[in-house]
Nanobody, 118 residues
């Protein structure tokens, strides 16, 4: 069992930056692929970024490529999302998720709100 807890959300002006953190419980964190998703009001949840268990491979949604960076520290059981150049359309609840296989994400956090004002 893995529990995930996001933090670091808040209110920021357009063009600003935030760093989200996701702390994971459990000993097997380093075996999971980790990802960030987001859900804006009235919209479906969408993929933001993903990082392999080793950190060697990352994938980004086109909408955030070049602005967001996902990273992880397996010694701290934590995954990060550095968000630069924030836009009002980035406003959403951001969730971290963990998976063992490509079949789907097994564990989800409660989410952290990010609001970008224009």
């Amino acid at each position: 069992q893995v529990q995930l807890a996001e933090s670091g959300g808040g209110l920021v002006q357009a063009g600003g930056s935030l760093r989200l953190s996701c702390a994971a419980s459990g000993r097997s964190f380093s075996t999971f692929t980790m990802a960030w998703f987001r859900q804006a009001p009235g919209k479906e949840r969408e993929f933001v970024a993903r990082i392999s268990w080793s950190g060697d491979s990352t994938t980004y949604a086109d909408s955030v490529k070049g602005r967001f960076t996902i990273s992880r520290d397996n010694a701290k059981n934590t995954v990060y999302l550095q968000m630069n150049g924030l836009k009002p359309e980035d406003t959403a609840v951001y969730y971290c998720a963990a998976r063992r296989t490509v079949q789907g994400y097994d564990y989800w956090g409660q989410g952290t709100q990010v609001t970008v004002s224009s």
